[in-house]
Structure formats: C-alpha cells, structure tokens
C-alpha cells in the first residue's frame, strides 16, 4: 500500500505543478480580472424554499476538500491500526519532528508579525505539502531512500491531524449551538451503525452529507468532518478465513471459468481487503488528480507585478511566511528528530543517517495546499491575501532548493530491502564489525573453515528467496557454517520485528533455526495470530519475556549499522562483505576461492 500511495502522490505532483502555473498565468495575464469573478460565482442548490448556495471556491475549498481531508483519515485510521503508527518507536521520531515543524514556523511567523495586521496567519507556515515533498524526493531518486520516504509520510500523516486540529480551534469564527447540537447527534448516529455493523453505504453517505451541512452550518470548518469519517471507517487485516474463501473462489474459476464464477471470485477477494483500503485505492487518483489540482487552480492565483512584489519584498507577512517555511520547517523538523533520538524515545526506520533526514526537514518546507487553505480562512483583506500567497511560492521554492542542495551533498543511502542485482553501497566499511561469538545464531561446525554471516529481516522477499540457496551450500559444504543475525526494516516490513522476536524465544528453548525455517516458508502469514500458531507448534511462549529479546534483536541491528548493513539480505564472508550476486553458483565461487591455500 505504502509503494502504491507513493507512486501515485509523486506522479500526480506534474498535475498540480501544471494547475498552478495555470492559475499564476491566469490571474497575471490581460483576464486576470477574471480569475477571482470566477471563482466567485454562486452556485446553489434549492429544496423548495430552502436553499444552499456558495461560491465556486468555498465549493472546492468547503465540499471537495472534505473529501481530501476524508482520504487523510483513512490514512491514518489504517496506519494507526496495521501500518506504521502501531509501532511506538518508529512513530515517537517523525511525531516528534511534525510537532517541531509546526511550533518553530509558527513562532518565526510571529516574530515578525505579533500584535500587527497578520499576527492571525501564524498557522499558514506550519503544514507541510505531502504531494509536492513526494514528488521532489522522486527527482531525488536514489538518493532519497524508502525509509525517507514513509518517515516523511508518517511526519505528514501526523502534520495534517494538527493542522485540521489548528483549523477547528483556532480558524472558527463564529460557532452555532443548535447546528453544533445536530451534527454532534448526526456523527453519534454513524457511529452507532458502526458499533451494530450495519454496512449499507447509501445509509452512511446520507447521514455524511447532513454532517457535513450541519458542521457547515455551525461556523467550524466542514473538512473536520473528512477527517472525522475517515478514521471512522472499518479497517482490518484479511483474515485467513477470508482468504481461503477467496483462494477457493478463484480456484473454482479456474477450473471451470464462467461469469458467474468471475463475480463470485471478485466479490470473494474483494471482501478479503477491508473497506478502508478499498476506498484509499478508489480515491487517491481523484484526490491526487483532481481535487487537489482543482485547488489550486482556484487558490493559487495571485497578481506578481512590479507593485505586488515590491509590496511583498518589505512584508512582514510574507516574509514571516517565507522564512517559517524555509528557516522554522527545517529547525523545527530538525530539532524534532534529534529530540526523541537523544532521550532515546524511538528510532529512526530502515537506519537513516542525518544527511538524508536533513534533506528531508528541508523539502518538507514546501507548503501548499494546506498552507493556501489557511490563507483563506486568516485573511479577509485581499493586500495581505496576496501577501502571504506570494510568501507561500517563495518559501517553498527555497525549501525545494535547499533540499535539493542537501542530498546533493549527503549522498548516504538509507536501509533497503535490496534485490540480488542492486547496486553495491559507496564507501561504507566492508569488514564485520563484530566477530561472530557465543551469543550468535549459528547453523553448522563451530569450527568451520568458511563463515557466512548473513544480516536479513523474515519478512524481506530477497532473504526469503535466498534460504534455499544458503541451505544448499550448507548442505554441499560440511565445512561452511551460517550465522544468522537481525536486521528488521520496521517501516517497509512490519511484520519483521515481532517475527524476530518469536525467533528468539524460540533461540530460549534450542529451536531457533526451527522457527528460522518456519517462518521462511511462512513469510505471507506473520500476523500475530500467525506467530503465535508458530510458537505453538514448537512449544514456545512467544511473548514471554519480549524486553530481553527485543534488547537481542537491537544488538544484532547495531553490529549491522555499525558494519555499514543497509539492506537485507547482506552477507560477510569470512568477515568481509560479499558484493557479488545472490546465486547458488556465485556465492559457491566465493566460498571456494576461500577455501583455496593462499
């Protein structure tokens, strides 16, 4: 899912880069009069003599933007309960960092504005545009490694929950008791028929649209109620129940195909994936394509003569948005990250080094769609409107620059699942830093001429297609012994650490290669459910005295970091790094050259 969310967020950034443009060049050409009558047009919707009737742009920034903020609540309604913010550790950094990449642009903004005109758009530096970030960090490429990637993700995930938060507390003007009263029954309701699992959609989207007049009618901004019903909607693992049916549904077609046999086997598997992850892939093409485009073709607009530009080069308003958004984001991301690492809080996911996580706290400077919808909601006077738009471009421009200078110069790579064929890592130690000992995982003759070390994650499809390649050589060489240490990547596989640590209270009772082997053969199924059926066949109490085990599995992970391991599967051959590749005969050519005299 994560891989999906990324290519699509990265390939749409084209889309929105072009709705922008257009909106520049159309309200700076001969019609620029145009854009902002455009935008202003009323258009309604009656019901006998009641009536609903906004303008174009409070339609797509009230209605469409509902529905982005709806997929941000899906986001983190499923992170929340099976991707990365289950885990404490990897989700205390980036949730820190979000935290400090909206306080320190906040107080930027403010040493330049507090107790003037605009001290109100202290909030239009603090949000950090999760589309425009991706799409830089694809141009970025390999330098920007996955792990950077999902942190990021996980850093927006939780700046958007604060800066809708920010948006409800600080940007309501006037608040309605009665239509505050219906909507909080209206959202009772749906969590009612939540609480019943009563799954009819046209029964939700009627009670939705009434919670979204009623929210609108109350003076607190509609889009709190996307983000409200997202993370209200049912978000599960496919259970193996679910996926026998399934298996048994396609099967069937296979063996006797027909149309009846097809819709039954589509409406086995899709019953399989849970409704949360079959919405996210419905709407991230609109949201990514089209809601978001659309506005910022009706936001982005802003007259850059000669006078508004020397208006803005003197600002405080823009300035204090340009440099929150340069200066404050990455400080403030920055001293996030470093916080919760120092207090030993968490941890960075798939082994970051600082160079990469700098880069990453400067493009994160690139504040747009969220920025822009605070701009709306802080400023009545068109001058400062303009204003902080302008201050929105240039800091964002900057931050997209200075990113790019930074992972120009920190060319460290992240940790990766690798593939056999990828590229070899620059200048990292080639040597084990830590000799194999008593404490290690070992398959083979304590004294063997050949020791292969192997750094690997149970959830990791390379790892999983080279066992059978290393027991091979075991099996051919008596004299070649395999050491099996840790190496989780928690963000791409996040499975993998529970996974390790059932192997190692398997290791308590003599029967971790046993449970190595099980969960190799297993690597689809690693649920908690799963593990837990693993450790029963073998007798084992998997989580039993999980603090020593996970304390085992860290000191695997730093003989790695500490010998340059950044990806799974990475093997030392008699201490020093195999570089070649991940083949039965390639690895027997290197085992034999070593056991050649000198």
């Known amino acids: 899912m994560l891989r999906s969310f990324l290519r699509t967020e990265a390939g749409s950034t084209s889309v929105l880069l072009a709705a922008t443009v257009l909106a520049l060049l159309w309200a700076n050409s001969p019609w620029g009069d145009t854009y902002e009558a455009f935008w202003h047009t009323p258009v309604g919707l009656s019901f006998g003599d009641a009536q609903l009737s906004l303008d174009l742009r409070h339609w797509v920034n009230d209605g469409l933007m509902t529905l982005f903020f709806f997929l941000i609540g899906l986001e983190v309604s499923y992170e929340v309960r099976l991707g990365q913010l289950r885990d404490r550790r990897l989700i205390a950094v980036p949730a820190v960092a979000a935290f400090g990449g909206m306080l320190v642009p906040a107080a930027v903004y403010l040493l330049f504005n507090a107790g ?41 995930i939780v700046d958007d929950v604060l800066a809708i938060m920010i948006i409800a507390i600080f940007y309501t003007s006037e608040l309605s008791v009665p239509a505050l009263i219906v909507a909080a029954l209206l959202l009772a309701a749906i969590v009612t028929l939540r609480w019943l699992k009563i799954w009819r959609a046209p ?18 901004h509609p889009t709190l109620v996307g983000i409200a019903l997202g993370v209200l909607v049912f978000v599960y693992a496919p259970t193996d129940h679910k996926l026998l049916l399934a298996g048994e549904a396609v099967q069937g ?11 039954e086997a589509a409406r086995r598997v899709q019953r399989a994936v849970s409704v949360n992850e079959r919405l996210q892939l419905r709407l991230h093409p609109w949201s990514s394509y089209i809601i978001v485009p659309v506005f910022a073709l009706a ?41 919760p690492l120092r207090l030993k ?42 204003q902080a738009k302008i201050g929105i471009l240039a800091g964002s421009l900057l931050s997209a620059l200075l990113g790019w200078v930074i992972f120009r110069l920190a060319w460290d790579r992240g940790g990766v699942c690798a593939p056999p064929d990828a590229e070899p890592s620059q200048d990292l130690p080639t040597t084990l830093a830590v000799p194999v000992g008593p404490g290690d995982h070992v398959r083979g003759p304590r004294q063997a001429k050949v020791t292969i070390v192997e750094y690997a994650d149970f959830e990791c499809p390379y790892c999983g297609r080279l066992q059978p390649i290393l027991e091979e050589i075991l099996r051919q060489n008596p004299d070649v012994r395999l050491v099996f240490r840790h190496f989780p990547l928690r963000t791409l596989h996040p499975r993998a650490a529970p996974a390790a640590i059932v192997a190692e209270a398997a290791a308590d009772q003599g029967r971790f290669w046993e449970m190595h ?25 998997p989580w039993a005295d999980v603090p020593r085990h996970v304390a085992r599995i860290a000191v695997d992970e730093e003989s790695g970091q500490a010998s340059g391991v950044r990806g799974t ?16 005969d390639s690895i027997t050519h290197a085992v034999d050259d070593l056991r050649r005299p000198a």
């Open 569 to 584: 599967p990475t093997l030392f051959i008699n201490g020093v790094r195999y570089e070649g590749g991940h083949d039965l």
């Open 116 to 156: 003037g005109p605009g001290a109100g758009g202290w909030g239009v530096p603090i949000a950090t545009d999760t589309a425009f970030v991706l799409g830089v960090l694809a141009v970025v490429g390999a330098r920007c490694p996955e792990p950077l990637r999902a942190f990021l993700l996980t850093l927006a």
């Open 299 to 339: 936001n982005a607009g802003v007259r850059l003569d000669g006078e508004s530009l020397s208006a803005a080069v003197t600002s405080p308003i823009a300035i204090g948005v340009a440099l929150g958004l340069l200066v404050g984001k990455f400080a403030g991301i920055a001293l996030g990250t470093w916080l």
């Open 203 to 220: 029964a939700y989207i009627v009670l939705g649209f009434a919670l979204w007049l009623a929210t609108l009618a109350s003076g607190v």
């Open 345 to 386: 809080w968490g941890i960075l996911p798939g082994n970051l080094v600082w160079g990469q996580v700098l880069g990453g706290a400067a493009v994160s400077g690139i504040g747009f769609t969220v920025a822009l919808f605070i701009v709306d909601l802080a400023f009545d006077d068109r001058a400062l409107h303009d």
């Open 253 to 263: 077609f296979t063996v006797a195909p027909s149309a009846a046999a097809a819709r």
């Open 517 to 541: 082997d099980i969960l190799y053969s297993n690597q689809r199924f690693l649920t908690d459910a799963d593990l837990e059926r693993y450790a029963a066949q073998l007798g084992v109490e």
